[in-house]
């Protein structure tokens, strides 16, 4: 069991540049999570798979923002047309289930200049 | 709405000393979970301690304790004979028992002085 792993861990882009995270959950659980966090807040909620199927979605995550997780394992998280507010860490979590402990990868940290 | 408050953004202690972090919550809710998250400088979230809301017992970790008041909605983590590697940022979230979000607190910084 290696963790929840997260790439690139830094990531400079231009305003209105496409980015791409990629997130690879703990083997064999079948939730994964995105959550942001900006300086001096909490992670905030942004979306959920349970195996391939997205079922729930913040009102954080603006059109630019998508995400999949095909074949149910790692997941990705594209922000298209990057702005100066979509600097923040996001940060990935997986559970086994429902009522199990989220467990958070080493964040990617995003910076628009 | 769920909110959690973390009313401490700071806290210091020294090193073997005890130090109590605060947190509340509001929530309508009878089934739910509360967390202690640890996010030390540059390094990833882990899980301190987890309780769930229908056990009237306080969990308890090694040197990591929380009082559970739940009629007051009240959930602070306790740190006894505190170590230099516990200064970090503690987050206090919550989890509805039939939801997948975790909502946070903003936060406690927790510096240990030798």
């Known amino acids: 069991d290696t963790g929840v792993s997260q790439n690139p861990r830094h990531k400079i882009t231009k305003r209105g540049q496409n980015v791409t995270f990629r997130c690879d959950p703990i083997?064999?659980?079948?939730?994964l999570y995105w959550y942001r966090q900006t300086l001096g807040q909490g992670p905030e909620f942004l979306t959920y798979?349970?195996?391939?199927?997205?079922?729930?979605k913040s009102r954080l995550l603006s059109d630019r923002f998508s995400a999949e997780r095909p074949k149910g394992s790692f997941s990705t998280l594209e922000i298209q047309r990057t702005e100066q507010g979509d600097s923040a860490m996001y940060l990935c979590?997986?559970?086994?289930?429902?009522?199990?402990?989220?467990?958070f990868g080493p964040g990617t940290r995003l910076l628009v200049l | 709405a769920q909110t959690v408050t973390q009313s401490q953004p700071e806290m210091s202690v020294q090193e073997a000393e005890t130090v109590t972090l605060s947190c509340t919550y509001d929530?309508?809710?009878?089934?739910?979970?509360l967390f202690w998250y640890k996010q030390p400088p540059s390094r990833q979230m882990i899980l301190v301690i987890r309780?769930?809301?229908?056990?009237?017992q306080n969990a308890t970790e090694n040197r990591f304790s929380v009082n559970f008041q739940k009629a007051a909605k009240s959930f602070s983590l306790k740190i006894s004979d505190s170590q230099l590697g516990d200064a970090a940022m503690y987050f206090c979230?919550?989890?509805?028992?039939?939801?997948?979000?975790?909502?946070f607190g903003t936060g406690t910084l927790l510096a240990v002085q030798p």
């Open positions: 083997s064999e659980h079948n939730r």
């Open positions: 798979f349970q195996n391939e199927a997205q079922l729930e």
């Open positions: 309780q769930e809301a229908y056990k009237q």
């Open positions: 979230a919550w989890r509805g028992g039939a939801t997948n979000k975790l909502i």
């Open positions: 929530t309508s809710e009878s089934d739910y979970y």
């Open positions: 979590a997986s559970s086994f289930g429902l009522r199990e402990t989220q467990y």
